[in-house]
Structure formats: structure tokens, C-alpha cells
């Protein structure tokens, strides 16, 4: 879906998701310290405001505009910062050797462009940085 469709979707419901976290995040950064985490496709921003929350510095990437304006007011209502930016994951740069952890939770893209994100992603992450994939 491209971001016209996503932000229809946004829009005809107060949250399409949940705004608990993915039930996969917990468990998988419990032994992690907070550090820098990049949320790929954040959408609504429920990992990063749950990460946010867990003292890790978010930023959150994804492409849709109505999606990210959700994200910012339940970050003001839940008191926490994130770096909200709305970018197309297929061209958006990412800065080298940045995150300690860089989430793709059901990034909705053609498998060659999943990969080629994936790859992207990885060359974000610091030296023993951590990638979460979940699809």
C-alpha cells in the first residue's frame, strides 16, 4: 500500500492498531540496554512510544503523514519524546553506525524493496547493534 492508502486507512479509525507494543518487542529487548532505536514503519508509533517509554532515544520512520500526526499526539499524552519523520523507507536515508537497535515490525513493501530496506538497516546500526525483524 502506498502512503495515500495508509493514510485512508489512518483516518477511518482512532487507532488501527493497538497502542500496546507488538507482543514480539517485549521479550526481545528485555536484555538490552536503552540506547538509540530506530522504528522502521512505525505508522501510529506504538513500538516507539513503548521503547520511549523503556528510556531508549526513538527515532520513527514511516510515510505516512496521518499515521505520524497520531503518533506525535499520544506521545504528548503519554509525556514522551520521540523523533517522529515522515519518509518513504524506500529512499529515505539512514545514517551509518547510529542505532543500538533498529526495528522492522510489518513493513508492508514488495519483497525486493524489504530486502533492500533490511540491508539499509543493517549499516545503521552500531557495532553490535541488534535488528529486529518481524513480518
Known amino acids: ?3 495515500q492508502g495508509w493514510n485512508i486507512r489512518y483516518r477511518e479509525e482512532e487507532l488501527v492498531f ?3 507494543p507488538s507482543h514480539f518487542l ?3 529487548v528485555a536484555a538490552l540496554s536503552p540506547g538509540r532505536a530506530l522504528d522502521l514503519g512505525s505508522g501510529e508509533g506504538r513500538n516507539a512510544l513503548w521503547l520511549a517509554e523503556q ?3 526513538v527515532t520513527a520512520v514511516d510515510f505516512s503523514d496521518v499515521g505520524m500526526a497520531k503518533a506525535r499526539r499520544l506521545a504528548e499524552r503519554r509525556g514522551v519524546e520521540v523523533n517522529w519523520m515522515v519518509a ?3 529512499s529515505h536515508h539512514l545514517p551509518p553506525c547510529t542505532f543500538d537497535l533498529v526495528l522492522q515490525f510489518f513493513v508492508h513493501l514488495a519483497a525486493t524493496e524489504r ?3 533490511l540491508r539499509h538497516a543493517a549499516t545503521s546500526l552500531r557495532p553490535g547493534g541488534v535488528i529486529l525483524v518481524v513480518g
Do not use: S, Y
Request: proline residues 11%; without cysteine; charged residues 40%.
Open 115 to 117: 530486502r533492500a530496506l
Open 55 to 57: 528510556g531508549w532515544r
Open 18 to 20: 493497538t497502542a500496546d
Open 1 to 3: 500500500m502506498d502512503p
Open 26 to 28: 517485549g521479550p526481545e
Open 88 to 90: 518513504d523507507l524506500r
